[in-house]
């Protein structure tokens, strides 16, 4: 379980095809201090810990999460945002993130407003009835508020401590983004479902 509020970024320094799998070596400031068999977000996506080695740690990813996530384009030197797993005795800043990706979005703009950014995003209408007005979204495992909600799109309003602490300023029109929805959402329409059925 994660909090979408990020601890550091990462650089991706080595990429391995392994049949449908992809191995990621990443470097970051938290990679030193890590354990094999940790969770970890990536971008938003859960992934365990293998090998710790030179302030360096690796994943893998295999082809169902290669599919559903966009770390199938991720490029050597790609910045990468990181949390670890949430503990139970800290506070819940972000909202609840399981690091479990429902599917990825398109940037379609991004403006600067004088001291913030705006940023507006496509998916796929079927998530639609899981996104609400000023509700939480996982953005690259960011814990971000939306608004201008439609049936196929979202903005977001970034802050300049985000802007600068995390891959955010990477983002341009065409980049592809992790979105998790929020779990109370899923769990919610999933009850409406069962009941209409």
């Not at 990679?31 to 068999?37: I, N, P, Q, T, Y």
């Not at 503990?87 to 600067?112: E, S």
């Not at 690259?140 to 979202?154: A, Q």
Request: hydrophobic share 40%; charged share 20%.
């Amino acid at each position: 379980m994660f909090t979408g509020i990020i601890e550091s970024i990462g650089l991706v320094t080595a990429i391995q095809e392994q049949g449908t799998n992809k191995t990621f070596w990443i470097s970051s400031p938290v990679s030193g201090a890590l354990k094999v068999d940790q969770s970890v977000a990536h971008n938003g996506v859960c992934l365990t810990v293998e090998e710790v080695k030179d302030g360096r740690h690796r994943v893998t990813a295999i082809r169902e999460t290669l599919e559903k996530t966009s770390l199938n384009n991720w490029q050597l030197n790609g910045i990468v945002n990181i949390e670890r797993c949430l503990q139970l005795h800290d506070r819940l800043d972000g909202h609840m993130v399981q690091g479990h990706v429902d599917t990825t979005g398109v940037c379609k703009m991004v403006q600067a407003q004088d001291g913030s950014w705006l940023y507006t995003f496509a998916f796929h209408e079927q998530f639609a009835p899981l996104l609400v007005e000023k509700g939480s979204i996982a953005l690259n495992g960011i814990s971000l508020t939306i608004f201008d909600v439609g049936k196929d799109h979202f903005s977001v309003a970034i802050i300049p401590y985000t802007y600068e602490h995390t891959n955010m300023k990477e983002l341009k029109e065409g980049t592809l983004v992790n979105l998790e929805f929020d779990i109370i959402g899923k769990y919610v329409l999933r009850n409406r479902q069962l009941q209409g059925s």
